[in-house]
Structure formats: structure tokens, C-alpha cells
């Protein structure tokens, strides 16, 4: 692998863009690495700044489920873009993804379109605090739902508790109604509700973990976070930026038998394009300006190219329903990079979801936060370091989830496994 142009651009890059990306983790830091530049992909392969080829399985953190520069979706962004790209002033196109979202999953009746996971999460929140009247949040440690100031928060000690700020610049007081309790524990969620009886808005959680690294939820978890929802009153917020059009086609509400009251997507509905969007029953939704009080805006808010290159997305997922195939590739793909690890005696455990999953250097289990950062981090790097060399490209971090698209074939994934097998650890 050479790295002489990645090595250059990343200096030029440095001088001008703080830590020379434009979100952190691109940095390769959590991985001792200096980032790749990328000149183009295409399907499931990155071509970077010195011509090395990789096989990607990160696909821009998620949303290239169909591969990089699908035909398909480059011609229909291409036949909108042609027409003029913002005009501030509602197209047709929106409410074909508005339609075809709220046909996907049985909860959302409406939706709203922003131009970030973000967004949509903190449109989610304001409209559950807006309509019950109640500030407090509970979150989950180890979830991420955007950079926004009230989710950036870590926990402090103890099982439950205030949130404490996670970055510099977010002030406590913005983060004093954000509970945070451990993921697949219903326990202490019984005791915050309990606790603050009456004043809590939401309860916001990724319905499979991504960002600590695949964590599904445990057998009852999202069922007692729906009682407990709807006993008391609050919003059952489901983060699904990441989960919505990755696991099936829609949400996975249905592969669990709950039903969020607020959905939010994001990644996968843009085809590659900023996208974000909340969702839920019209009764809730239509509390959003300019139908209810509660604020929302956005100038770009449902862009036509966007829109369109979400459209052909889902159109294709729908039409072709890969989802059982992109399992089966990731169901094979876990089973040999777990074989050739045992081969050699590396202490692991994979936790995957339909085509998402993490490979943990950890025994496992791996069920929460904490026994997530169990993991042997400096030998992840490693890892990432060798795969990278060897043409495949990881997550730059243990924490993060790899994902399969439909262009990946049985070679691309036997040489993966191979490539693990190699590895001198
Ligand atoms: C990526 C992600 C977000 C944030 O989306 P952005 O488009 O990066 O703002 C929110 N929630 C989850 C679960 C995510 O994975």
C-alpha cells in the first residue's frame, strides 16, 4: 500500500480544516492511523488518493447500501439536478419520499424532512417536550444520536444518572434533563420513571445499538421501554438512522413487535445525499410548525436532489428486496472472519444484526456500553491497520458498525476471511 499522496493531502488538509477532517472520527486517530484520501468508488469498492483499492465495508458509515455510484441513483439525481437544485418552495418529490416512508413503517403517518440524522433527532425531542410539556430525556449510554448539545453526555458514576457534558462547550445546564442508563437493563428504567414521575418527555434509544459497536437489543428490552412509555405518558423516541432501511425495508419496529411513537432516519433514505427525517402519528406530527407551535425549519430542508436520490433508493430496495441475500453475505462473511480467529486463538466476539456487525477483540458478551469497552482497542488497531494494507476497508474504529452492500460478492468476501487469516497479531 502506498500513502505518499494520502500522506501529503492529509498535511494540505490539516492547514486549513481542523485536524484536516470534517467529523472526528475520519481522523484514523482511534486507530493510530493517518486517514486515506478517496478519489472515487464505485460499487463496493474506494479508490484513494494513491490509486489503493479497497473493499469498503463502512459504505459512508451506512447509507450505500447499494453500493457506491449506483447507476440507477446517479441517473435519477442526475435528471433532477438538470432542473434546478433548491428552491426553498415545496416539490412533488417530497411527498413521494414522505409516502413512501410512511408506507414502509406501520407507526409514522407523517413525516418530516430535515438534512441530518442530527436534525432529525432534535426534531424528535422538541416535538416530545413540546407536546408533553415535560423537559427530562432518557438516553442510553453507549447510543449516539448526533452531536447535538443535550445528547452529547457521559455518564458519571452509579447505575443512573445526570448526564455530565461529553464535549467542552456544552454547558451543564444543558445537559441537567438528559438521564442516562445503561442499554438492556429495564430495571433502572423503572427506577428513573419512579424517580421522576411525571416530568419525563422521552425516551430516545437506537433500537440496535450501532455506535458502540453492534449491540442488539436484548429479548424484552424495547417491550419495556414501550410500557413504560405508554404507562407514563412520555414519547418512545426510536432512533433509526442507522437501523431504517438497513435491517428490512422500513423500520425494524416489526422485527421486534414495538411501535415507536417517533421514528428517525437518516443515512440510507438520502442514497448518499444529507438527508434526515422524523416520523410518527399525524396527532403528534401535526404539533410541527406551521401546523402546531412547536419550531422546526430548514433552508435546504427536503433538497430535490436528495429527496431524489432517496427515492431511487428505496425504490430499488423495495423492488429488489436484497435483504435476505445482504444477511446471508454478512452471516457468511462473520462466520469466516470468526473461524479463522479461533484458528489462531484470538479472543473475539461478533454481534450482528441482518447485514450489520462488529467484530469486538473481547470474549464477550457484549451487551452493553460497558462491557463493550471491554475490547482490546490497541489490538482493533491493528486489525484495521493490517486489513487496510491487505486492500479492505474497516470502520476506523472499534466502536462502530461494518456494514455489507448488495455489490459485495462471495470473493470479495472470501478474501476478507483470507486476509484475516494472515494477520499476525
Ligand atoms: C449517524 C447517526 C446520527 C447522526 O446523523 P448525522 O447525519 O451524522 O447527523 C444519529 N443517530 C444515529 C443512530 C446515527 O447512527
Redesign the pocket.
Known amino acids: 500500500m502506498v500513502n505518499k499522496v494520502n500522506s501529503r493531502l492529509f498535511s494540505q488538509a490539516q492547514k486549513v480544516i481542523p485536524g484536516g477532517v470534517n467529523?472526528p472520527v475520519r481522523a484514523f486517530k482511534a486507530v493510530g492511523a493517518k486517514p486515506i484520501f478517496i478519489e472515487k468508488a464505485k460499487g463496493q469498492y474506494l479508490y484513494d488518493a494513491d490509486a489503493n483499492k479497497y473493499i469498503d465495508y463502512c459504505l459512508s458509515?451506512?447509507p450505500m447500501i447499494l453500493g457506491h455510484a449506483r447507476r440507477e441513483v446517479l441517473d435519477e439525481v442526475r435528471k433532477v439536478m438538470a432542473k434546478g437544485t433548491s428552491f426553498g418552495i415545496p416539490t412533488k418529490l417530497e411527498t413521494q419520499l414522505a409516502k413512501m416512508i410512511v408506507q414502509a413503517i406501520a407507526s409514522v403517518e407523517k413525516v418530516r424532512l430535515v438534512s441530518?440524522?442530527?436534525?432529525?433527532?432534535m426534531t424528535a425531542i422538541r416535538l416530545a417536550r413540546g407536546c408533553t410539556g415535560r423537559d427530562k430525556v432518557i438516553k442510553f449510554i453507549g447510543?449516539?444520536?448526533?452531536?447535538v448539545d443535550y445528547m452529547l453526555v457521559q455518564a458519571g458514576s452509579g447505575a443512573m444518572t445526570f448526564g455530565a457534558p461529553s464535549s467542552p462547550g456544552v454547558p451543564k445546564d444543558f445537559t441537567k434533563h438528559t438521564i442516562l442508563l445503561p442499554y438492556n437493563d429495564p430495571g433502572t428504567l423503572k427506577k428513573a420513571f419512579d424517580k421522576y414521575a411525571g416530568k419525563i418527555a422521552a425516551v430516545i434509544v437506537?433500537p440496535v445499538a450501532?455506535?458502540m459497536g453492534v449491540v442488539p437489543p436484548e429479548k424484552g428490552f424495547l417491550k419495556a421501554l414501550r410500557k413504560m412509555c405508554t404507562k407514563n405518558g412520555s414519547v418512545l423516541i426510536f432512533?433509526?438512522?442507522?437501523t431504517g432501511f438497513r435491517v428490512r425495508y422500513g423500520s425494524v419496529q416489526k422485527l421486534f413487535g414495538v411501535k415507536a411513537d417517533l421514528t428517525?432516519l437518516?443515512?440510507i433514505i438520502g442514497g448518499g445525499f444529507?438527508i434526515?427525517a422524523c416520523g410518527g402519528k399525524a396527532s403528534l406530527m401535526d404539533n410541527l410548525a406551521p401546523q402546531g407551535k412547536v419550531y422546526q425549519a430548514g433552508t435546504l430542508s427536503g433538497n430535490p436532489v436528495c429527496v431524489a436520490a432517496g427515492i431511487a433508493t428505496l425504490k430499488l430496495l423495495k423492488a429488489q428486496n436484497p435483504y435476505p441475500s445482504l444477511e446471508l453475505a454478512a452471516q457468511r462473511l462473520c462466520g469466516g472472519i470468526s473461524e479463522a480467529l479461533a484458528e489462531r486463538r484470538v479472543e473475539h466476539t461478533i454481534n450482528r444484526v441482518a447485514s450489520m456487525f462488529t467484530l469486538f477483540f473481547n470474549p464477550g458478551p457484549v451487551t452493553d456500553y460497558t462491557s463493550a469497552a471491554r475490547s482490546d482497542t490497541a489490538r482493533y488497531a491493528g486489525y484495521f491497520t493490517a486489513m487496510l494494507k491487505a486492500g479492505i476497508y474497516l470502520p476506523p474504529s472499534q466502536f462502530e458498525a461494518c456494514f455489507v452492500s448488495t455489490q459485495h460478492t462471495r470473493k470479495d468476501l472470501s478474501k476478507t476471511v483470507n486476509a484475516v487469516r494472515k494477520i499476525v497479531f
Do not use: Q, R
Open positions: 467529523s458509515w451506512g441530518s440524522g442530527t436534525e432529525a433527532v447510543c449516539y444520536h448526533g452531536h437506537e450501532g455506535n432512533d433509526e438512522v442507522i428517525c437518516g443515512k444529507p434526515g
